[in-house]
Protein backbone atom coordinates (compact mmCIF):
# COMPACT_ATOMS: atom_id res chain seq x y z
CA UNK A 1 0.00 0.00 0.00
CA UNK A 2 1.33 3.93 -0.94
CA UNK A 3 0.53 5.90 2.20
CA UNK A 4 2.43 8.77 1.46
CA UNK A 5 -1.24 10.46 1.15
CA UNK A 6 -1.30 9.65 4.89
CA UNK A 7 1.89 12.37 5.77
CA UNK A 8 0.65 14.95 3.59
CA UNK A 9 -0.09 17.90 5.38
CA UNK A 10 -3.30 20.71 3.82
CA UNK A 11 -2.34 20.03 0.01
CA UNK A 12 1.57 20.09 0.89
CA UNK A 13 3.70 17.42 -0.78
CA UNK A 14 5.25 14.78 0.78
CA UNK A 15 8.59 15.63 0.09
CA UNK A 16 7.63 19.29 1.97
CA UNK A 17 5.78 17.62 5.08
CA UNK A 18 9.26 14.82 5.55
CA UNK A 19 11.61 18.30 5.27
CA UNK A 20 9.33 20.38 7.74
CA UNK A 21 9.23 17.21 10.25
CA UNK A 22 12.64 17.15 10.39
CA UNK A 23 13.08 20.56 11.17
CA UNK A 24 10.55 20.24 14.24
CA UNK A 25 10.52 17.41 16.61
CA UNK A 26 8.17 16.53 19.91
CA UNK A 27 8.71 16.01 23.24
CA UNK A 28 5.74 14.53 25.03
CA UNK A 29 4.49 14.98 28.76
CA UNK A 30 4.29 11.04 29.47
CA UNK A 31 7.78 9.28 28.43
CA UNK A 32 5.88 6.60 28.81
CA UNK A 33 3.95 6.31 26.08
CA UNK A 34 6.13 8.08 24.03
CA UNK A 35 8.14 5.33 23.22
CA UNK A 36 6.94 2.28 20.99
CA UNK A 37 7.70 -0.62 23.60
CA UNK A 38 9.05 -3.46 21.28
CA UNK A 39 11.70 -1.31 19.89
CA UNK A 40 14.79 -1.22 21.67
CA UNK A 41 15.90 2.13 22.57
CA UNK A 42 19.06 2.60 19.75
CA UNK A 43 16.41 1.62 16.99
CA UNK A 44 13.92 3.83 17.96
CA UNK A 45 16.95 6.66 18.37
CA UNK A 46 17.79 5.77 14.65
CA UNK A 47 14.40 5.84 13.41
CA UNK A 48 14.30 9.44 12.49
CA UNK A 49 18.48 9.23 11.04
CA UNK A 50 16.96 7.16 8.49
CA UNK A 51 13.73 8.61 7.82
CA UNK A 52 14.61 11.78 7.32
CA UNK A 53 17.95 10.20 5.28
CA UNK A 54 21.05 11.60 8.14
CA UNK A 55 21.97 7.73 7.80
CA UNK A 56 21.01 5.11 5.07
CA UNK A 57 20.83 1.75 8.03
CA UNK A 58 20.82 1.01 11.83
CA UNK A 59 24.50 0.15 11.76
CA UNK A 60 25.10 3.65 10.12
CA UNK A 61 23.35 5.16 12.27
CA UNK A 62 24.63 3.31 15.33
CA UNK A 63 27.99 5.99 16.87
CA UNK A 64 25.55 8.75 16.25
CA UNK A 65 22.82 6.91 18.53
CA UNK A 66 25.48 6.43 21.16
CA UNK A 67 26.98 10.00 20.96
CA UNK A 68 23.19 11.12 21.40
CA UNK A 69 22.75 8.97 24.10
CA UNK A 70 25.48 10.11 26.08
CA UNK A 71 24.65 13.44 25.97
CA UNK A 72 21.54 13.19 27.21
CA UNK A 73 23.52 11.73 29.95
CA UNK A 74 22.67 7.87 29.17
CA UNK A 75 25.39 5.55 28.91
CA UNK A 76 25.88 3.94 25.28
CA UNK A 77 24.74 0.50 26.13
CA UNK A 78 20.72 2.14 26.84
CA UNK A 79 20.49 2.00 22.74
CA UNK A 80 20.12 -2.09 23.40
CA UNK A 81 17.37 -1.98 26.10
CA UNK A 82 13.97 -1.61 25.89
CA UNK A 83 11.78 1.36 27.60
CA UNK A 84 10.31 -0.40 29.81
CA UNK A 85 13.70 -1.28 31.96
CA UNK A 86 13.96 2.82 32.41
CA UNK A 87 12.25 5.31 34.96
CA UNK A 88 10.19 7.95 33.68
CA UNK A 89 13.30 10.54 33.82
CA UNK A 90 15.14 8.04 31.87
CA UNK A 91 12.61 7.89 29.16
CA UNK A 92 12.19 11.47 28.39
CA UNK A 93 16.11 11.85 28.08
CA UNK A 94 15.91 9.24 25.44
CA UNK A 95 12.57 11.07 24.09
CA UNK A 96 15.13 13.87 23.89
CA UNK A 97 17.69 12.31 22.13
CA UNK A 98 15.07 10.88 19.83
CA UNK A 99 13.68 14.45 19.01
CA UNK A 100 17.73 15.52 18.50
CA UNK A 101 18.37 12.54 16.14
CA UNK A 102 17.17 14.58 12.89
CA UNK A 103 19.25 17.66 13.79
CA UNK A 104 15.72 20.09 14.17
CA UNK A 105 15.72 23.41 14.25
CA UNK A 106 12.72 23.23 17.01
CA UNK A 107 11.84 21.00 19.92
CA UNK A 108 8.12 21.02 20.84
CA UNK A 109 7.90 19.92 24.56
CA UNK A 110 4.30 19.85 25.66
CA UNK A 111 4.13 19.10 29.41
CA UNK A 112 7.49 17.89 28.93
CA UNK A 113 8.18 17.31 32.62
CA UNK A 114 5.18 17.04 34.49
CA UNK A 115 4.73 13.70 35.06
CA UNK A 116 8.53 14.05 36.57
CA UNK A 117 9.23 14.93 40.12
CA UNK A 118 10.65 18.08 41.00
CA UNK A 119 14.34 16.73 41.53
CA UNK A 120 13.85 14.92 37.91
CA UNK A 121 12.33 17.65 36.33
CA UNK A 122 15.31 20.40 37.46
CA UNK A 123 17.97 17.83 36.11
CA UNK A 124 15.31 17.24 32.84
CA UNK A 125 15.46 21.13 32.18
CA UNK A 126 18.60 22.14 33.29
CA UNK A 127 19.52 18.60 29.96
CA UNK A 128 17.03 20.72 27.94
CA UNK A 129 19.21 24.40 28.49
CA UNK A 130 22.30 22.58 28.05
CA UNK A 131 21.25 20.97 24.44
CA UNK A 132 19.28 23.82 23.22
CA UNK A 133 22.95 25.21 24.17
CA UNK A 134 25.15 22.80 22.30
CA UNK A 135 22.57 21.42 19.30
CA UNK A 136 21.15 25.27 18.71
CA UNK A 137 17.55 24.90 18.46
CA UNK A 138 14.98 26.67 19.42
CA UNK A 139 12.37 25.36 22.15
CA UNK A 140 8.64 26.36 22.57
CA UNK A 141 7.82 24.70 25.84
CA UNK A 142 3.92 24.25 26.82
CA UNK A 143 3.04 24.31 30.42
CA UNK A 144 0.88 25.31 33.16
CA UNK A 145 3.61 25.24 36.22
CA UNK A 146 4.93 28.84 35.79
CA UNK A 147 7.93 27.92 38.29
CA UNK A 148 9.06 25.92 35.05
CA UNK A 149 8.12 28.55 32.82
CA UNK A 150 10.23 30.90 34.51
CA UNK A 151 12.99 28.92 34.76
CA UNK A 152 13.21 27.63 31.23
CA UNK A 153 11.57 30.21 29.18
CA UNK A 154 13.12 33.72 27.28
CA UNK A 155 10.03 35.26 26.50
CA UNK A 156 6.54 33.71 27.66
CA UNK A 157 3.12 33.56 25.75
CA UNK A 158 -0.23 33.11 27.81
CA UNK A 159 -3.18 32.09 26.69
CA UNK A 160 -6.85 31.84 27.37
CA UNK A 161 -8.95 29.58 25.57
CA UNK A 162 -6.87 29.38 22.68
CA UNK A 163 -5.69 33.33 22.41
CA UNK A 164 -2.59 34.72 23.54
CA UNK A 165 -3.68 37.78 25.62
CA UNK A 166 -0.09 38.73 26.84
CA UNK A 167 3.25 38.01 25.64
CA UNK A 168 7.04 39.38 26.37
CA UNK A 169 9.62 38.78 28.50
CA UNK A 170 9.31 35.61 31.04
CA UNK A 171 10.15 37.79 33.91
CA UNK A 172 8.20 40.96 32.79
CA UNK A 173 5.11 39.06 32.30
CA UNK A 174 5.22 37.50 35.14
CA UNK A 175 6.83 39.83 37.78
CA UNK A 176 4.32 42.87 36.45
CA UNK A 177 1.26 40.94 34.28
CA UNK A 178 -0.88 44.03 32.09
CA UNK A 179 -3.51 41.14 31.03
CA UNK A 180 -6.30 40.44 33.81
CA UNK A 181 -6.49 36.37 33.17
CA UNK A 182 -2.12 36.72 33.68
CA UNK A 183 -2.42 38.59 37.29
CA UNK A 184 -4.95 35.97 37.98
CA UNK A 185 -2.76 32.96 36.83
CA UNK A 186 0.44 34.37 38.72
CA UNK A 187 -2.43 35.46 42.00
CA UNK A 188 -3.21 31.69 41.99
CA UNK A 189 0.07 30.39 42.30
CA UNK A 190 2.67 33.05 43.91
CA UNK A 191 -0.40 34.48 46.23
Known sequence: KDYSGAFACQGRSVEWTRETRSKIQMVFQDPF?????RLKVGTAIAGPMIYHGLTRNAAESEPLVAELLEQVGLQKETADRYPFEFSGGQRQRIVMA???????????????????????????????????????????FIS?????????????????????????????????PEHLYTRQLVQAVYG
Open 33 to 37: SSLNP
Open 98 to 140: RALASKPKLIVCDESVASLDVQIQAQVLNLLRDLQESHGFSCL
Open 144 to 176: HDLAVIRFISDRIGVLEKGVIVEEGPTQKVLDQ
